[in-house]
C-alpha cells in the first residue's frame, strides 16, 4: 500500500496499529503477574500438603482439593440449569417466537446479563436461601445449591445471546428445504437448524460454563463458605466454598508476600488457566467451522 | 412406512409438546428477571429519600446516606471509560480496518475472547499485584479504574468492531477512490457512521464495570470512608462493594437501607442498559443503508 | 491482435497482466491505447476483466487481494503503476463512477464537496461554484438546486447514480470511469446519463464498462472486446459493431453468446 501519508496520518495509523496488539499484552501482562505473585507457592507450601483435603490458611493447611470441588459442584449445577434452559430459550428466541416477543425478549435477557452479580446474591442471601431451607428442610440455605441457582441465571444470558446468534446464523434456505420436505417445523429445529449450529452453540455452552466457574460475588454470599471436600452429591445441599470466593474473602486480610498471599494468587493462576483452556477451545471451534464454512462458499 | 398416518399425528402431537416445553423454559428464564427487577424496586422505593441519597452514612452505616457509594460508583465508571474507551476504540478501529487477516490478527482475537473470559476476581489480583503494588499506585480509584479497564476493554473492543464492520464496504471503496486516505475514510464517513453501535458498546462495556465487585475488592474499595474521595490516589466506596458490606458484614443492618442500596444500583445500571437500547434502535431506524 | 497506432493517447496500456489471489476475473498481456475527449467502451461477457482493467487505471486493485500485476499503464507517459506514484492525485485526477450508486452518508452537498474538501479546499465560494457546476454537468442541477442540505440517501435510484458521476465531476478529473454505471436504472435515467456522457467527452476523457451490447453500440466512439482476461479486439465504434473482424466479437455483438 503506497499512500502518500501525512506526520499526522503516520502518527495516528502507528498509534492504532499499536494499540491493536494491546489484547495480546493485557493477557501476558495478567499472565506474568499471576505466576510472579503465584509461583513461589510451590516452594512454600510442598505439593502434597497443596494438594490435600485441608484448607484452614491460619494454621499452614493450604490444600486447595475442597476449593477445587467446591468449584466444580457449583459450577456442575450451574451447568445443568443454565445449558437446558439457556439453549431452550434461545430456540424459543430464534425460532418459535413471533417477531414482537424477540424484540422484548432479547433486551430482557441482556437485562439479565447486566444485572450485577452482587444483588443476586444479596437476594439469594435474604430470598431464595431462606425460601430453600424452609423448603428443604436444611439446617442452613447457604449452601452449594443456591449458589447453583443464581450462577446458572448469571450463565445463562452467556448462553442464549451465543446461542442465538449461531441459530440466526443458520441460512434460512436449509429450513426452507426441510419444510418443503415435510418436515414439521419442531423436525427442522432437531434435525436441521440445531445441528446446522451446533459449533456456535457449543461455544455458548463452554462461555457459559466459563463464566460460572469465574463468578466470585455471588458464590461468596450464598454458598456458605465452607471449604470443606465434596465426596458425595448429598454435597450439593451443604455448604462450599469456591476458588474464587476464597481468594475475594481472604486476598483483603492477608500481608502482601506472605505464603498464604502467595498461595491466593496461585489459586487466581488455576481459575486464569481454566478459563484459558475453556476459551481457546471454544474459539478453535469457532475459527475451525469458520475456516471450514469459507472452503465450501469459495 | 406402514404406520404413516399415526406417525403424522405424532409428529404434530410432538411438535405442539416440544414448543410447549420451549415456550415454558423461555417464561422460566425470563419472569424471575422482572421478578427480581419488581421486587427490588417495591422493597427499596420506601428507602429512597432526598437525605438517602445525599448524605453521609452515620451509626456504622445503619443510618444516613450512600452518597460516598454513589459517588464513588460514578468516579470508578469515569476512570474506567477514560483508559478503556480510547484504547478499545482504536484497537477495534484497527481490527476492523487495518488488521491483514494472519496468525497475529487471530492471536489478536484468541486474546480478546480470553480478556472477556478472564474471571473478574483475578483481574482483581492482577489490579493488586501491578498498580496496587507494582506500580504503587496504592488502593486507589485509579488502580481500580485502571483494573476495571482492562476488564472491560473486550466488551467495548468487540462491539466497536462489529460497528465498524457494519458500515457498507462500498462507502470505503467509494471514499478512497475520491482522493480520501484511509483514515480520512474511517474518520469522515465510517466512524460517525459506526458511532451509535460503538457508543452501546461502550456504555454496556461500562454497564459492567459499575457493577462489579471482585475486581475492586483489594485494587480501590473502601469499606468506610467518612469523607468523599479528593484524588485518584484515594481510596473510594462504590455502590456494589456497599451492597455486599451491608448484606454480609454488618451485623444487624436495617433492611430498608440493603434494599435501596440494591435499588439505586440497579437502578443506575439499568439506566446505563436502557440508554443504550435507546440509541442502538433509534440509530436503527435513522440509518441510511 | 493488433493495437492500431494512435497519436498521442491520454492513457497507454501495455503488457497489463493481472492475477488476483482467489482466481476470479485476471487480465493477460493487455494493450491498449485510450483516446482523450472520446468515449472508450470496454465491453464482453461477465468476468472478462473489463472492471479489473477499470479499477487498475486509478489503483483502486490497491484495495483487492492481487496475487501478480505487472505491465504499464501511462497516463500522460507517466507510468501510474510505478510504486512512486502519488495515488491520492492520481484518484483525483481519475474518476470512478460505480455500477451500484454508493451515496455517502452526508447532504447532497456533503457528497460533492467531500473530493475537494479532502484536496484542502476550504473556500467557501469554491465549493458553491463546484457544486453548481457539477450537478449541471451530470443534469441534476434543476432537480436538487432546492435542497443541497438534504440526505442524499433521499434521491431517487436514477438522481444518486448522476450525482455519483457529479460527485467524480466535482473534482474536475481528466479521466473519468464508469463501471457499469446505469445496470441499476430505469430506461430514462439511462437516457439521461448517456446524454450527459456525450457532453462530456468533449472536454474529458472517458473510459465506460457498459451493462449491454446496445448500450456499447449507442456510446462508443471505441469500443474494446474483451474475452475471459484477453482484448479480442479493439477499434472505432461504427466497425466494430457493424463489421467485427474477429470470429468471437462477431458473434457476441450478434447475441449468439454472452
Known amino acids: 500500500m503506497n499512500e502518500t501519508l501525512s506526520w499526522k496520518e503516520y502518527l495516528i495509523t502507528r498509534a492504532i496499529k499499536v494499540t491493536g496488539y494491546s489484547a495480546i499484552v493485557f493477557v501476558v501482562l495478567i499472565f506474568f503477574f499471576l505466576l510472579r505473585e503465584g509461583l513461589p507457592t510451590l516452594a512454600e507450601v510442598p505439593l502434597s500438603t497443596l494438594f490435600s483435603i485441608r484448607w484452614y490458611p491460619i494454621e499452614g493447611y493450604y490444600g486447595i482439593l475442597p476449593l477445587l470441588s467446591g468449584s466444580l459442584i457449583v459450577t456442575l449445577g450451574a451447568a445443568l440449569i443454565a445449558i437446558p434452559f439457556g439453549i431452550g430459550t434461545a430456540i424459543y428466541i430464534a425460532e418459535i417466537a413471533p417477531r414482537w416477543m424477540r424484540e422484548i425478549l432479547k433486551p430482557l435477557v441482556e437485562l439479565l446479563g447486566g444485572l450485577p452479580s452482587v444483588v443476586l446474591g444479596f437476594l439469594g442471601i435474604l430470598v431464595l436461601s431462606p425460601f430453600l431451607r424452609r423448603l428443604l428442610d436444611l439446617p442452613t440455605g447457604l449452601t452449594a445449591f443456591t449458589g447453583s441457582l443464581l450462577l446458572g441465571g448469571i450463565a445463562i444470558p452467556t448462553v442464549v445471546s451465543i446461542a442465538e446468534d449461531a441459530l440466526d446464523a443458520v441460512p434460512r434456505s436449509y429450513r426452507e428445504a426441510a419444510l418443503a420436505l415435510g418436515a414439521t417445523h419442531w423436525q427442522t429445529i432437531w434435525r436441521v437448524t440445531l445441528p446446522a449450529a451446533r459449533s456456535g452453540v457449543l461455544t455458548a455452552v463452554m462461555l457459559g460454563v466459563g463464566r460460572a466457574i469465574g463468578e466470585t460475588m455471588t458464590v461468596m454470599m450464598v454458598t456458605g463458605n465452607a471449604p470443606v471436600l465434596a465426596t458425595s452429591p448429598g454435597a450439593l445441599f451443604s455448604p462450599v466454598r469456591t476458588m474464587t470466593a476464597t481468594i475475594a474473602a481472604e486476598m483483603g486480610e492477608v500481608a502482601g508476600g506472605s505464603v498464604h498471599y502467595h498461595v491466593l494468587f496461585f489459586i487466581g493462576l488455576v481459575l486464569f488457566l481454566i478459563s484459558l483452556a475453556v476459551n481457546v477451545t471454544a474459539s478453535a471451534i469457532v475459527f475451525r467451522t469458520r475456516t471450514r464454512a469459507e472452503r465450501i462458499l469459495s | ?289 | 491482435m493488433v493495437t492500431r497506432p494512435m497519436p498521442d493517447p491520454k492513457i497507454l496500456i501495455e503488457h497489463l497482466t493481472l492475477h488476483y489471489s482467489d482466481g476470479t476475473e485476471s487480465l493477460n498481456d493487455i494493450n491498449l491505447a485510450i483516446p482523450a475527449n472520446a468515449i472508450t467502451v470496454l465491453f464482453g461477457p461477465a468476468g472478462g476483466g473489463k472492471s479489473s482493467l477499470l479499477r487498475c487505471i486509478n489503483r483502486l486493485n490497491d484495495l483487492a487481494d492481487v496475487k501478480t500485476l505487472s505491465g504499464r499503464i501511462l497516463l500522460d507517459g507517466e507510468n501510474i503503476l510505478d510504486p512512486k506514484t502519488d495515488i491520492i492525485a492520481l484518484r483525483r485526477k481519475v474518476g470512478m463512477v460505480f455500477a451500484r450508486p454508493v451515496v455517502l452518508p452526508l447532504t447532497i452537498r456533503g457528497n460533492l464537496t467531500y473530493g475537494l474538501e479532502l484536496a484542502g479546499e476550504r473556500r467557501r465560494s469554491r465549493l458553491d461554484e463546484a457544486v453548481e457546476r457539477s450537478l449541471k454537468q451530470a443534469a441534476l442541477w434543476d432537480e436538487v438546486k432546492d435542497r443541497l442540505d438534504d440526505p442524499a440517501s433521499a434521491l431517487s435510484g436514477g438522481q444518486q447514480q448522476r450525482l455519483c458521476l457529479a460527485r467524480v465531476l466535482a473534482l474536475q478529473p481528466e479521466v473519468i470511469l464508469l463501471d457499469e454505471p446505469t445496470s441499476g436504472l430505469d430506461p430514462i435515467s439511462t437516457g439521461k446519463v448517456e446524454a450527459a456522457l456525450q457532453e462530456l467527452k468533449k472536454n474529458y476523457t472517458i473510459v465506460l464498462v457498459p451493462h449491454s451490447v446496445q448500450q456499447a453500440a449507442r456510446t462508443a466512439d471505441y469500443a474494446a472486446f474483451f474475452l475471459q482476461g484477453k482484448l479480442i479486439e479493439y477499434a472505432p465504434g461504427q466497425e466494430i459493431f457493424t463489421n467485427p473482424k474477429d470470429k468471437r466479437t462477431e458473434d457476441y455483438v450478434m447475441g449468439r453468446f454472452g
Open chain 2, 1 to 289: 412406512m406402514r404406520k404413516r398416518i399415526p406417525l403424522l399425528r405424532n409428529r404434530h402431537l410432538v411438535q405442539r409438546l416440544g414448543f410447549s416445553l420451549l415456550t415454558l423454559m423461555a417464561a422460566l428464564t425470563v419472569l424471575p428477571i422482572i421478578g427480581v427487577v419488581l421486587f427490588i424496586i417495591k422493597e427499596g422505593l420506601p428507602a429512597i429519600s432526598w437525605e438517602f441519597l445525599t448524605a453521609m452514612p452515620r451509626e456504622g452505616m445503619r443510618a444516613g446516606g450512600i452518597l460516598p457509594a454513589i459517588v464513588g460508583t460514578l468516579y470508578l465508571t469515569l476512570g474506567t471509560a477514560i483508559f478503556s474507551v480510547p484504547l478499545g476504540v482504536a484497537a477495534a478501529i484497527y481490527l476492523a480496518e487495518y488488521a491483514p487477516e494472519n496468525r497475529l490478527t487471530r492471536l489478536i482475537r484468541i486474546a480478546i475472547i480470553n480478556l472477556a473470559g478472564i474471571p473478574s476476581v483475578v483481574y482483581g489480583l492482577f489490579g493488586l499485584g501491578l498498580f496496587v503494588l507494582f506500580l504503587r499506585f496504592g488502593t486507589s480509584i485509579l488502580s481500580a479504574s485502571l483494573t476495571l479497564s482492562i476488564m472491560t476493554l473486550p466488551v467495548i473492543i468487540s462491539a466497536a468492531e462489529e460497528a465498524l464492520r457494519a458500515v457498507p464496504q462500498a462507502f470505503r471503496t467509494v471514499s478512497i477512490s475520491l482522493g480520501a486516505t484511509r483514515w480520512q475514510t474511517i474518520r469522515r464517513i465510517v466512524l460517525p457512521q459506526a458511532m451509535p453501535g460503538i457508543i452501546t458498546g461502550i456504555i454496556l462495556g461500562l454497564e459492567r464495570a459499575a457493577g462489579e465487585t471482585a475486581p475492586i475488592l483489594f485494587t480501590g474499595a473502601a469499606f468506610f470512608l467518612p469523607r468523599l474521595p479528593h484524588t485518584p490516589f484515594d481510596a473510594t466506596m462504590a455502590l456494589p462493594y456497599h451492597l455486599f458490606v451491608i448484606s454480609t458484614q454488618v451485623p444487624e443492618m436495617p433492611f430498608q437501607i440493603q434494599y435501596g442500596t440494591a435499588l439505586v444500583l440497579i437502578v443506575f445500571v439499568l439506566s446505563m442498559n436502557l440508554i443504550a437500547t435507546i440509541i442502538r434502535s433509534r440509530a436503527r431506524a435513522r440509518r441510511q443503508w
